[in-house]
Each structure stands twice: as C-alpha cells, then as structure tokens.
C-alpha cells in the first residue's frame, strides 16, 4: 500500500490537472503530468517510482464529489461497463450471426487484438466457434511496427468494419481511441451509427466528451467531437455507449500506450470477463462484480511495483546499452511474448527510436502470435519475430553492451528457458528475467542458478474459481509485464536522453495527431504563436530556409508523408525559433550534441551558441 506521504503528493498533484483550465485548450490525454516533469533528469530508481505514481492516477477513485471528471471507479463507468457486459452475455448465449468487433490504431489496435485472441480462447475452451475480430489501422503489419498514418482516414476504417462484418446481422463494436481522437475510429463509429439495426457502437477513450478532437478531418464531413455528440444521444436508449473515465496525463506526455494501453486492457478485460463467467456459469454481472474485478487490476499494481528495486536494476541495464549503442532483447513465452513484440515497437513512434535498438521476440513466432494475416515474415527483417530467427540473426552478434530479458510464467517449458538462457550466456552476461509463479506451482530451484540475481520474479495467489478464472490471472501477469516493459523501454530512453523534461521532443510527425502535438511541443518550449511554430516545423521538416507556396498551402497529411523521410523534425524547428538561425545552422548544431535532451536544454537555455 502506498505510504501517507505519498497518498498526499498523488492526490495533490491530480488536483493540479484536475484543476479548470490547466493546460487548456488540451485535453488530459496530451497534458503533460505534474509527477513527471523531471523525470529527465531522474535515476533509474526515480524513474520507476514517478511511472508508478502516474499509474496509480489510473485506479484513483473520484476526488470530490461534484469532480469535472469522471474516474474509473465512478458509479456512471461502473453502470456503463455492466451494460456493456450484459451486450456481451447477450451475444454469447446466442452468437448465430453476431460478432463482437474491438477496433483502434496503434497501442489501442494492438490491445483490441491481444484481447480479441484472448477472449476466442476462452471461447474455445467452452467448445464454442470464435465471435471477436480485431482490426488495427494499417493492418496485421501494424501490430509489429508503426504505421500511424492510416490512423487519420475515417473512410478507410469504415471500409474495413464494413469487411470484417459481412453477413453479421448484430455486431457489437468496440472502438478504442485513448485520446477520442483518431479519425479511423471515427469513421467506424459513424458507420456504426448510421446503421443502427446491425451495429452497437461503443467508445473507449480517457478524455470527457467536451475533450474529443474538434478540428476538420480531411475529406470527411464531421469532426471526432460531432460523432460523440451523436452517441451521447443515444445513450438513453441504450443504442451506443462511451466508456470514458479519465485517468491522468500520461508520464511521457501524449503517449498513450502508457496509462491509455493499461485503463483499455482493464476496462474491456473486466468487461468481457463478466459477460463471460455470465454466459458460462450464470453468475451474475452486478455493481459488486465489476468493483472486484477493477480491484484486483488495481492490486497488480501493488504488487507489480513492489519490485521497485528489482525492476530500476533492470530499467538501468538496459539504459546503459542503450547509452553504449548497444541493443535490448526481449525474448518472451506466449502473450507475454506478444507484449515484449508490442512494447519494443512503440519504441519507434515513441522515441523516434532506431527499430533495432529494442526488439521482441517470441516462442514459436507467428504461429503462436495468431494474427489474421498469419507469417509476416517475409515483409522483412523487423517481421522476424521467433525465438529461433533470434538465435540465428541476433546471436551471433550479440555482446556484453546487449541486455537480453527473458519473459516467462511457470506454465511455460522451463526446460525451453533453460536451453536459450544457456546459449545467450555465452555471449552477454547482461540476461535478466522477468517471471511470474503463483503459490503452489513455483519455479524449480535452478532459475536462480541460470539467472543468478537477474531475476524479478514475482509470485501470485492463485485464482480460487473455474479454468476461466485461470485466465485472469494470465491477464494480470500480461498488465503486471506491460507495466514492468514500459518502465523498462521508458526508462531506458530517458536515461539514453531521448526525452526533455517530460516531453518526447524527437517525434516524428507521421499523422495529423503528432503534427498537432509538434507545433504545441514548440509553442510551449519558445512562446511562439502557433503559425510561426508551424512554419519552423515545415521548414525543418522540408529541410529548406525558405517555405514554397506549395509547401506552404498544402495539405497536412502531405507533410506527415514527408515527415518519415527527415530526422530530428522537431529539435531543429525548435533551435530555429529559439535562436533565430537557419535550418542548416540548426542541425550543425544538433549534430554536435549527440544526446537530443542536452541539445534542446543547452538551446534553450542559451548555453550553446
Ligand atoms: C501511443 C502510440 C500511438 C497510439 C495511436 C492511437 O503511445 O504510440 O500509436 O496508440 O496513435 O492513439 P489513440 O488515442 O487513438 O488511442
């Protein structure tokens, strides 16, 4: 349990975001967090308590009574989630033509697939045919590697919802979009809407409805806010449904894999898990229900983060590669496999990092990924993703600056871990575990004599109840990894110097999202009015001192195209408006300073001329 001293500094640090008008016009999705905001300059150990604090913000229960934000634990998200559940149940004791469809870009794609696959599992077990289908914007590839841009076209989502249900006549669809913002989704959300007879729609996303992005969607004739205003309409009657309880700014400004990518798995797990043990065993989807199963996400938590030490050990090992150009391995079992796959690509949206510098890789590969479009391999090299293209592309190289962390639970084959864990010895003596095993059925002995005191092993009362109750607790060691892999691929940039204050300042602006976030990046850091800022942005980003017309009228989404062809975007506008030099001056000037952080410090603070 958290002590008094820091119940008080996490209670009063969200009254300051929770406060009208902080960071206004944002919305606490791109707010940058009162918790964070040295975390630049934090060690390891800091790092990891701060990201725990900001977590915690998820499960914080309402604060005042007549609070402007509704918290997860809030009686309205509460009644929503039964109804929502009580939808579930519904399909699953009649499922003849009916699907259950979670959608989203990014993060929010690859959880909508992660608990798609889950939940068809469970299905399996109770010898019943699949009823969920994912779709992630850009498809399959995107659950590997970032494809941002097909997040900003509405028709295209509608055109895929609109494949994905052919035949069905009842579909429930579930659109995630953390920040109520992506345009994708909001064509799969109008689609849904205008077709009411086949299709309940719901909305998962962590802004209040007055939050979600009202700016023009190019080529569509409706905002993000306008398709929640019409569902709001109809949440009377029952024929959509928003689920939206804010859960804090994020610990790196805007990233929403972070606390958006945790409340989504929380939030639909719970939900899911209730219209399940509903249709199976007859248990009842009550107010009590819901508030036991938030709790016991809210106690992984607890017991995650009591591994402080532990996990800042490993959060520093792999800083440390990363300082030295070398690289971090996650070699994961099952899903906690796919969430080392999914952390290690967020990497690259995230930090502008290099594809390489993290990566994921799982037993069996594709075949135990389960993926619609099946081996991706042949896509190219960041598509290989087993255990075995890891021994035969990655081993060979790797060295004492690699840090190679194994993921794994006490269902997995140890004999397996073993045999790995023997060969990447041989090579780094920098491997770490991440394991989980629950009381009465624990590791054998000898995982310390592989990893020595490498391991963060973390030991789980078993759940009491039926076989799918032992899918909670692989649901919760999956929340207990996410947490313990992003402070790891988190905290590792950060002490790499990738991140200013507690902004991720390097991104690249590959959809109108991160365009948005760029320009308000430099309106904030240099005081500039917001067409100077895009202006400097354009220009960096075009690598050129003087704007065209062209390039200066044109479309936005032809710049987020551009964007992928140009480093340092952002940095160099930055320098630029700081010190009124050109664009090549700037990156002469980057380029002398290697670590970005430093870079935009010295800038603005005007130590480096
Ligand atoms: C965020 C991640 C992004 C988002 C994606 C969807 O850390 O890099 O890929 O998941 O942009 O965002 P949203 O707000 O629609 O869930």
Redesign the pocket.
């Given at each position: 349990m958290p002590g008094q001293q820091e119940q008080h500094s996490r209670s009063r640090a969200a009254q300051e975001w929770e406060s009208p008008g902080y960071e206004s016009p944002l919305p606490v999705?791109e707010q940058s967090n009162p918790l964070s905001r040295d975390i630049d300059r934090a060690g390891p150990g800091q790092i990891v308590r701060v990201l725990q604090e900001c977590d915690a913000e998820v499960f914080q229960g309402d604060l005042e009574p007549d609070s402007q934000y509704k918290r997860l634990y809030s009686e309205s998200v509460v009644q929503t989630l039964k109804k929502v559940a009580e939808r579930v149940n519904a399909i699953l004791k009649d499922p003849e033509d009916c699907l259950i469809v979670l959608s989203?870009?990014?993060?929010?794609?690859?959880i909508a697939f992660l608990l798609s696959n889950t939940f068809n599992r469970i299905l399996a077990r109770h010898q019943q045919r699949p009823v969920y289908s994912y779709i992630i914007?850009g498809g399959d590839r995107a659950l590997l590697t970032?494809q941002?841009a097909p997040?900003d076209s509405p028709s295209l989502g509608a055109q895929v919802l609109k494949e994905t249900c052919v035949g069905k006549k009842n579909v429930l669809f579930i659109g995630?979009?953390?920040?109520?913002?992506?345009p994708?989704?909001a064509g799969q959300l109008d689609f849904c809407l205008n077709n009411l007879d086949t299709f309940t729609p719901v909305l998962v996303?962590?802004n209040p409805a007055h939050m979600a992005r009202n700016e023009p969607i190019h080529g569509w004739p409706h905002t993000f806010r306008q398709v929640t205003e019409r569902m709001l309409d109809m949440l009377e009657t029952q024929r959509a449904f928003i689920l939206n309880p804010v859960v804090g700014p994020?610990a790196?400004s805007?990233?929403?894999?972070?606390k958006?990518?945790t409340a989504?798995k929380v939030l639909l797990e719970s939900l899911l898990l209730l219209g399940h043990r509903a249709a199976h065993t007859h248990r009842e989807i009550n107010h009590q229900a819901i508030l036991d199963c938030i709790r016991a996400y809210e106690r992984v938590h607890e017991i995650t983060y009591s591994k402080i030490e532990d996990l800042a050990g490993v959060v520093g090992k792999a800083g440390m590669s990363l300082q030295k150009q070398g690289h971090v391995y996650y070699l994961g079992w099952r899903t906690l496999g796919v969430m080392g796959i999914i952390d290690a690509s967020?990497c690259v949206?995230?930090f502008g990092a290099d594809p390489w510098d993290i990566r994921g890789f799982m037993s069996g590969g594709f075949s135990e990924m389960n993926n619609k479009d099946g081996n991706l391999s042949s896509l190219g090299p960041e598509f290989s993703i087993d255990h075995k293209d890891f021994m035969d592309n990655i081993l060979p190289s790797l060295g004492e600056h690699d840090t190679v962390i194994f993921i794994f639970t006490v269902d997995d084959d140890f004999g397996d871990v073993e045999k790995l864990a023997d060969q990447v010895k041989l090579k780094t003596s920098n491997v770490q575990a991440i394991c989980h095993e629950h009381r009465g059925h624990s590791f054998p002995t000898k995982v310390n004599d592989i990893f020595l005191s490498n391991i963060l092993k973390i030991n789980w009362i078993p759940p009491a109840g039926d076989a799918d109750d032992s899918f909670f607790m692989r649901l919760q060691w999956e929340l207990s990894t996410k947490w313990m892999l992003n402070a790891i691929s988190t905290g590792a940039h950060i002490l790499k110097g990738k991140v200013y204050k507690n902004y991720m300042i390097d991104l690249k602006v590959t959809?109108s999202?991160?365009y948005r976030r760029a320009i308000g990046i430099l309106q904030r850091f240099t005081g500039c009015s917001w067409m100077q800022g895009e202006r400097a942005l354009l220009k960096a980003l075009y690598r050129v001192e003087e704007l065209s017309e062209e390039m200066a009228t044109a479309d936005v989404s032809r710049h987020t195209r551009a964007a992928n062809m140009s480093d340092r975007v952002v940095p160099t506008a930055l320098v630029v408006l700081q010190t009124g030099c050109s664009v090549s001056q700037a990156q002469a000037q980057l380029s002398e300073c290697p670590v970005i952080r430093d870079a935009v410090e010295a800038c603005l603070t005007s130590v480096c001329h």
């Open positions: 999705t989203g870009c990014g993060t929010s794609g690859r914007a970032s941002e997040e995630i979009t953390c920040g109520l913002s992506a994708f989704v996303g962590f994020e790196i805007g990233s929403s894999r972070m958006g990518g989504t967020e949206p995230t959809n999202k991160l």
